[in-house]
């Protein structure tokens, strides 16, 4: 058979290609979603379906016949497995997909023509095989109508053709399309485990919708789901024999060749592995970060960081030397980014987040290499490295096992890996054990029962404080619904609207009153739950409340006020900080207080003054102009397209509220935003930076205050200058002039003490200068003097020579605050002579506890007992002969 009887088409080709072929049956074309699943039961984004699972449980509708698209996708469950030729981690799958709107006939007929007509991908009939779900007599049919062979057809299990996305939603039966590479390939056929037979494109044919009890009722209608792996397709398109000789997946491992002069397929397979695996991870760890996931150590966040990790130590193992991970993801942009905007958005941020994780990863190896060195020189020639070590290695320090065992086997040790193996599991079920208490804990949560039968609490507070006619739902005290709460209790009280803002998105709860016709309640909270429902953490002060009043709320007037501009203020804030330092910051958490608010940041380096002064005098500026907030509700599309700042990895609904400073087609600031706001920049007075540091290794901390909290902060900072000035007794504008003079006058004053303790106006310099012992050749001063430093005994030598000439020598001992120094120097007509300052110190010094040695001019040593410095100086004398 040969290998060349079909065309060939690039990636590109095939992507633009089928999507036009779906779109011409009349299926509606859609972007990837983020990588990020709208879905809480999945993880990442992991099938072309996920995003359309409302529309399989019916609960949307779709006007067209179906959709279509091209979705990023990432599979967890072998990552460890990812290096050989089959495995990816993040790909591309391309789909169609169906709500009742076309049938399982229409899903296989076209699947068919597709794949064999020459206009599309023209695959040669008897390269393909199909296999169906065990007894599926019309998938069967389906398929021979077209004129495929009974003998191509083949049944499978529920292992092989029965998908699901997750552990409940839609699901269903499937049928696969195999590809035959060729006898020179190993494998009898179709789902076995061999390479010969290729799976490249899945039809499921969803039906039904499993639940948590494991019941699978019907979905309201029949449904198709196919999906085929981009990857895969391309690289039998280009008559190659796996996922990562395609031209995409080629390209990225040609980078790693040219990086590390290593040859794909040209020696040994462990180079091959690596070089896959940097392929695949790098490209995994770009699209991550260009959807919002951030390094962290669980969930998707930790998926991330173990990726990243394993391609920069893959890397080492290839002897790249450096970072080189930004390298990568700019290849994956350039390759990838047409048809995947975010990756060109954020390719700062990508490029920031990868450089510091790289570096602070690269720090770990060099620890953990010193340690794993320091356990291997304790072992015995042969001895055994324990599976604890190993464990503590990789659990503390985030080595990797491999290197362990890798550099542990060059240095001649096996690793005990069933130790490390039960380590591994023991830290599996502690981690299995913390999972069940959360998932205890969430079901003994009144508020998911609460948010079961209560609908959104509808927040009414934009423009007002108060609101009237609001309607007790729920009572909670004591984690218990109740029917009436009694004066003196403490009760969370859910209304159905409110003037009330439950705290959300960094803004801080309302504080206020809520007051019915027979009781008054102070609330000193607003907390938002499950499914949207605001709890105000109240206590009754008066009367008794029940389910079904009827209230009023009122939110306490100036702390709103101060919350309104300091959420305004965030707005601005983060316009500026974009403009200043560049479109890779993006907000990753803020405060909004009455007193302050905090703003986290994407930023891989600590600001400059100027910079901070730039975004304070920016923000200033915004303030001053006396803009109008401008709030306007809208689609999210056309939000977005308005240049709207959406949250990184935040979900919007489909409508949103739109808050600009000023009316004007490009604002200063311009976010999606559910807070409350100043009405005017002007309210906010004044803003002012009162901190700027880091939290974490790619993220900032601004800490800032506007209006009265900054009039607070400029007045406390100016009471301190106050203070200072009147103690220096001067005016505030005089005190630097004042404290540098205070400065050079102690710097004198330091300087003149100094020169009475070491020069020769020193009584007791002068008397061990009197003392001198003549040697013949040289005089030699052996003294001990106290209340000197050992750093100042190079003065006293000076000194020395100053008063003696150039034939001398002295050893000195001096002792202050309890530590001892020691020095000895000599002329060089006494080195000549025979002195030695080297010898000298290293023999006297174990007198006073220490250890040193020197040259023969000069020498020196610290000690810690000052007892021995009589049989020091007793020692030098006789070693001299003195
Ligand atoms: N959801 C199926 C799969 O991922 C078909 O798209 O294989």
Known sequence: MSTTDYKTMTTAEIRADYLKFFEEKGCKLYPSSSLIPDDPSLLLANAGMNQFKEYYQGTKTMREIGATSCQKCLRTNDIDNIGDARHLSFFEMLGNFSFGGYTKADAIAWAYEFITSPEHLGLPKDRLYFTVFENDDEAIELWHSHGVDY???????????????????????????????????????????????????????????RQEDGSMPDLPHRNIDTGMGLERIAAIMQHKGSNYEGDVMRSLIALGEKLSGVEYHASANDTDKSLRILADHSRAVTFMIGDGILPSNEGRGYVLRRLLRRAVYHGRLLGIQGAFLTTYAHEVTEVLGDQY????????????????????????????????????????????????????????????????REISEDAGHEVDMDAFEREMEAQRDRARQSANRDAWGAANNVWAAVSDHIAETEFCGYDSDVAEGCKVLALVVDGEEREVAHAGESVEVVLDKTSFYGEMGGQVGDTGSIASDSARLEVSDAKHHEGGVVAHVSEVVEGELHVGDAVTTTVDHGRRELIRRNHTATHLLDAALKRVLGDHVSQAG????????????????????????????????????????????????????????????????????????????????????????????????????????????????????????????????????????????????????????????????????????????????????????????????????????????????????????????????????????????GTDSAVAAGFAAGNVIKEIAGHVGGRGGGRPNMAQAGGSDASGIDAALDAAKSLLNA
Not at 343 to 369: C, P, W
Not at 379 to 395: C, P, R
Not at 624 to 649: C, H, Q, R, Y
Request: charged content about 25%; glycine content about 10%; overall charge negative.
């Open 151 to 209: 003998d191509h057809i083949s049944r499978l299990g529920e292992e092989d053709n029965f998908w699901a996305a997750g552990p409940t939603g839609p699901c269903g039966p499937c049928s696969e399309i195999y590809f035959d590479q060729g006898p020179e390939f190993e494998g009898e056929a179709p789902g076995d485990d061999g390479d010969r037979y290729l799976e490249f494109w899945n039809l499921v044919f969803t039906q039904y919708d």
């Open 341 to 404: 905007e975010a990756l060109v958005e954020n390719q700062a941020l990508i490029d920031g987040i990868i450089s510091a994780e790289e570096e602070r990863f690269g720090a770990t190896l060099n620890a953990g290499e010193t340690m794993l060195q320091a356990e291997l020189e304790k072992l015995a020639e042969g001895a055994v490295l324990s599976g604890e070590v190993a464990f503590k290695l990789h659990d503390t320090y985030g080595f990797p096992i491999d290197l362990t």
């Open 590 to 825: 803020s405060l909004v207080s009455p007193n302050r608010l905090r703003f986290d940041f994407t930023h891989f380096e600590a600001l400059t003054a100027e910079e901070v002064a730039r975004i304070e005098g920016m923000v200033n500026a915004e303030i001053f102009a006396a803009e109008p907030i401008v709030t306007k509700v809208m689609g999210i599309d056309e939000a977005k397209a308005a240049g709207a700042v959406a949250l990184f990895g935040e979900k919007y609904g489909d409508v949103v509220r739109v808050v600009s400073t000023g009316d004007s087609d490009e604002p200063f600031s311009r976010e999606l935003c559910g807070g409350t706001h100043a009405r005017n920049t002007a309210e906010l007075g004044i803003f002012k930076i009162v901190s700027e540091g880091s939290v974490g290794s790619n993220a900032r901390r601004i800490e800032a205050v506007t209006s009265v909290g900054a009039i607070e902060y400029v007045d406390e900072r100016l009471a301190g200058l106050d203070e200072v000035a009147s103690s220096l007794k001067c005016r505030p504008s005089e005190v630097l002039t004042r404290v540098e003079q205070l400065k050079e006058e102690r710097a004198d004053a330091e300087k003149k003490l100094k020169a009475a303790l070491v020069g020769g106006s020193s009584s007791q310099v002068s008397d061990a200068v009197s003392a001198a012992v003549d040697m013949g050749a040289y005089k030699l001063v052996i003294a001990r003097l106290d209340n000197i430093g050992g750093k100042e005994l190079r003065g006293v030598w000076d000194t020395v020579r100053d008063k003696l000439g150039a034939d001398c020598a002295c050893v000195l001992a001096s002792v202050a605050d309890g530590k001892v120094g020691l020095l000895a120097a």
